[in-house]
């Protein structure tokens, strides 16, 4: 037998048939929908008069335009334009039968943090959505990948999609990270190495010590910003974590069928020799805490570097890509990322809200308060369950008493589609996954960060590198 | 879908690399629940100097001129010259339906981001990937009355001198854009092969049908 890579098997196990031309057409066991790029889909089927091809195969949620404060939950969203778009997406699921978490269910969350939660995205599966962070879901060795509006219709219709094979791709992170360099510092280092177009045309299998030692939501936040180093998936193979984590949720499978499912989850790995297109490794020894600079998650730069000068940059087009992030960006070349002070810190998206990001940073924040020239810090966790458990934890009155603002689930200042947003020119420590311009709002200015890094700004007003805070605090991790 | 078999038209060029779908249409533009009307708001935060909300009446807000597009002699532009890696980011098929909607029936890089190049091919805009030297080349050619003519059956590029580009583009994707077909239609035409998938699937990985 041919050794196959994880992604080799997954499109195998998954393939319909191939078409005349060499292209495939490619089973789809899970597809998550939002309120954002399904309207244009279901009005698709409704002209066309068809209805979807297996129901339960979707599971809808409304996160980007959802507002997060409750008052705002309660009288319902003030923008027409946003209400209209979330009561389309009920309207939808009412009238195809599909399954929906709607504003008011406790369950209610960012689209990539309840799949998982609920056990709706489940190893071996292939899970699409029309969100490019699809990938995330690659964490627990599914083939998970972001689609636009016109495969959402078709993955209604079809339960599939025309697919062409992808080459693979190893990144291999071995050895370990330092006590607070985090999954976010690992990808950010990743993507600062490959660039935002070193995946293109790639599915990426994450490996090595330093990737295995993290806990499925680190590697969850790995697989998210796949799509920022420009491949469509992400993966990771399947290992006891991923099966402790998925065991119990509300959509896994019980008693006989979970011991057949484990089984067939236990194959879902590499070959020992399988081939790989292109193998990058990276030394987990030497990642520190990450903090990007410009309007590219490939701008990146350790937190004890400088702004680095586009003069030192020989290829033309990249240097007049780095003076015009620095220029939007209002930094000059040679700053300290520790001297670069910050207006608003957004603690949440889905690269960075689960229950475990949420710890991180409380554990940097408890007993502190946020520095006075920060005006805003929010706490935004990715569901009502991931909130509900922070309470539990008493994560909400850390935050709370530092003076973070604790917040409904949603998308949030990640995409500033709601009401949370930066205004023109202010700076903001975030731990979501894109740094482009305008993306937190008109003229925002974006730094991508850990959800530790991003509370230590918090407290300090201007990034620093958390490893001290930490050491100053008895040497907690 | 509207075919796609030939233009000709000024080309604008865009000289910047990684030019995300944020960029090209803004969040807000997003709340829509249609298909049309983002001609308008392409490349928002670059095109104009205020700030855009939908629903504007784009007519009266005044125009960033250092924004290619904006200059006269690009503003009939059909093809878009770009570079490496453009439409990265968000999976938003807005991005496609804004170019179109403005009037770009061809893009013309070095490189395009996964996700966009494949939402390119469901609404007739037609990417064509070439070589950066030639990328760099055309970019150097292009001002103002520079003309490309693209013909798609012919999987050609023709310069204003007379030169003549070929580009690689997948067979079902150029049939597909030729005839402007409907993708869903064609793939149920193997409904019984789905049909056996599934359930040659559920006795292999039942837990995936018992929803």
Not at chain 1, 107 to 129: D, K, W
Not at chain 1, 252 to 265: C, F, I, L, S
Not at chain 1, 303 to 319: L, S, W
Not at chain 1, 410 to 419: F, H
């Amino acid at each position: 037998m041919v050794p196959k890579t994880l992604y080799d098997k997954l499109w195998d196990d998954h393939l319909v048939c191939y078409l005349a031309d060499g292209s495939a057409l490619l089973y789809i066991d899970r597809h998550l929908v939002h309120e954002v790029t399904s309207p244009q889909a279901f009005e698709g089927l409704r002209l066309a008069r068809r209805q979807p091809w297996r129901r339960s195969a979707n599971l809808a949620v409304a996160d980007h335009n959802v507002p997060t404060t409750e008052t705002d939950r309660k009288s319902g969203i003030a923008d027409p334009i946003s209400r209209l778009q979330v009561e389309t997406l009920d309207i939808n699921c009412a009238e195809f039968g599909i399954t929906e978490f709607d504003m008011s269910d406790p369950r209610q969350g960012i689209v990539h943090v309840i799949g998982p939660e609920q056990g709706a995205t489940l190893p071996g599966m292939t899970v699409v959505c029309g969100d490019s962070h699809t990938s995330t879901h690659g964490a627990f060795g599914a083939l998970a990948f972001g689609i636009g509006t016109s495969e959402v219709e078709h993955v209604l219709a079809t339960q599939c999609l025309v697919q062409k094979k992808s080459h693979n791709m190893l990144i291999r992170v071995d050895g370990e990270v330092d006590a607070g360099v985090t999954a976010k510092d690992i990808v950010l280092a990743i993507i600062g190495s490959i660039g935002t177009a070193g995946g293109s045309g790639y599915a990426i299998e994450f490996a090595g010590t330093a990737i295995t030692a993290q806990s499925m939501e680190g590697r969850m936040t790995i697989c998210n910003m796949a799509i920022e180093a420009g491949a469509r998936a992400g993966l990771i193979g399947v290992d006891d974590v991923t099966i402790d984590y998925t065991e119990g949720r509300p959509f896994a499978p019980e008693g006989e069928r979970w011991e057949q499912a484990v089984a067939a989850w236990k194959q879902l790995r590499s070959d020992d020799d399988a081939h790989f297109d292109k193998v990058v490794t990276l030394d987990a020894a030497t990642i520190k805490p990450q903090v990007t600079w410009g309007t590219s998650p490939e701008m990146t730069a350790a937190v004890d570097q400088v702004v680095p000068d586009p003069a030192d940059e020989p290829d033309p087009i990249k240097k007049a890509g780095m003076e015009r992030a620095l220029r939007y960006m209002g930094l000059r070349p040679g700053t300290a990322i520790t001297d670069i002070a910050v207006d608003k810190v957004f603690i949440g998206s889905c690269t960075n809200s689960r229950i475990e990001d949420l710890r991180a940073a409380a554990q940097v924040v408890r007993g502190k308060s946020i520095a006075d020239a920060v005006k805003l810090a929010l706490v935004v966790p990715g569901s009502g369950l991931v909130k509900r458990q922070a309470e539990r934890e008493g994560l909400d009155k850390i935050f709370i008493a530092a003076g973070f603002e604790w917040r409904e689930p949603g998308c949030s200042m990640c995409l500033a589609m709601n009401a949370d947003r930066l205004e023109e020119g202010e700076r903001c420590a975030s731990t979501s996954n894109r740094n482009f311009e305008g993306r937190q709002g008109y003229g925002s200015r974006t730094h991508l960060v850990s959800p530790a890094m991003a509370a230590a700004a918090a407290i300090a007003g201007r990034f620093v590198d958390v490893r001290s805070m930490q050491a100053d605090a008895g040497g907690c991790r | 879908m509207e075919a796609f078999k030939k233009t000709s038209s000024v080309v604008a060029p865009l000289d910047r690399a990684n030019v995300d779908t944020d960029a090209i249409i803004p969040k807000q533009f997003l709340k829509s629940i249609r298909r049309t009307g983002f001609g308008p708001y392409l490349f928002d935060e670059w095109r104009y100097l205020d700030r855009g909300e939908p629903g504007m009446d784009c007519s009266t807000r005044p125009l960033n001129p250092d924004l290619v597009l904006n200059q006269p002699c690009y503003r009939d532009a059909r093809i878009l010259l770009t570079r490496e890696n453009f439409g990265c980011g968000s999976s938003r098929e807005h991005a496609p339906w804004a170019l179109v909607d403005y009037g770009f029936r061809v893009l013309i890089g070095p490189s395009f981001a996964d996700i966009f190049y494949n939402n390119c091919f469901k609404n007739g805009l037609l990417p064509i990937v070439l070589d950066s030297a030639v990328v760099d080349r055309l970019f150097e050619e292009a001002s103002d009355g520079y003309r490309l003519t693209v013909d798609l059956d012919a999987q050609t590029i023709t310069t204003p001198s007379g030169d003549v580009v070929d580009f690689a583009i997948d067979a079902s994707r150029k049939h597909r854009l030729l005839n402007g077909l409907d993708e869903i239609d064609l793939t149920l035409q193997h409904a019984d092969d789905i049909r056996a998938y599934e359930k040659r699937r559920a006795q292999a990985a039942p837990w995936l049908f018992d929803g």
